[in-house]
């Protein structure tokens, strides 16, 4: 199943957006089970792991999904698309998450106080304010996700283009959780075209302070 011949190098390098899959062949759930066993062991802001996934396989749901989607037709042919959610209550797994740092050692009961009530703090700030908390360690998440796929000769395409309203409805998704990205998995049928353009080195890295290029 691993692509025995990648280094990570060439994983990041062979990983593209596909939007073309083989319908025939499907993603197993042996292979779900170890995409996101490797997802999980993503960094999070206290490792509060605010990441969810709903896994759409059955075929009547992903149509339902790409009619959110702009009917974006990848959503409907891959194997599997995934809603990434995440919870923006900083708050849900806290008490949990801490107590864990506490056995663990890595916090003495008065750290482990000081820091939950950081966390307490930032649970009363704006839902905003919790959005963009949440968003940062859901997305890194995703391109764990995404890079694990490849490693394990699946490809993906992450997409934003839906309309959260629908896919929140149609889902049962709760209210407190925000719909980071949608993103397809399965075997790809067609490579995507050469990478489009990407800057270079001295267009985008700064050092010590911010110029303008
Ligand atoms: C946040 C985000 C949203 C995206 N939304 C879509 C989308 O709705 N549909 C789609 O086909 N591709 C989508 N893409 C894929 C980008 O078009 C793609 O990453 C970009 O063109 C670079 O190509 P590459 O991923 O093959 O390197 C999205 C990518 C990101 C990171």
Not at 2 to 12: R, S
Request: charged share 35%.
């Amino acid at each position: 199943m691993k692509n025995v011949d990648m280094d990570f190098e060439d994983v990041v390098k062979q990983r593209r957006s596909v939007r073309s899959y083989d319908t025939e062949r499907q993603v197993s759930d042996e292979q779900l089970k170890k995409l996101f066993e490797l997802v999980k062991l993503s960094p999070s802001s206290y490792n509060l792991q605010p990441w969810e996934f709903i896994v759409v396989k059955d075929v009547e749901n992903k149509r339902r999904l790409k009619d959110c989607a702009q009917g974006q037709k990848h959503v409907e042919e891959c194997s599997a698309a995934v809603i990434v959610i995440a919870d923006t209550n900083p708050m849900s797994h806290a008490d949990d998450i801490f107590e864990d740092r506490l056995k663990r050692g890595y916090y003495t009961a008065e750290q482990k106080e000081r820091n939950l009530n950081k966390v307490r703090e930032l649970a009363k700030k704006s839902f905003e304010e919790r959005r963009v908390w949440a968003v940062r360690s859901t997305s890194l998440a995703c391109m764990t996700l995404m890079l694990a796929a490849k490693d394990m000769g699946l490809s993906t395409c992450p997409m934003e283009g839906f309309d959260a309203g629908c896919v929140k409805k149609e889902f049962k998704i709760p209210d407190g959780y925000e719909i980071v990205m949608l993103i397809t998995l399965g075997y790809e049928k067609n490579r995507p075209l050469p990478r489009l353009k990407r800057y270079g080195f001295d267009d985008f890295v700064h050092f010590e302070k911010y110029e303008k290029k």
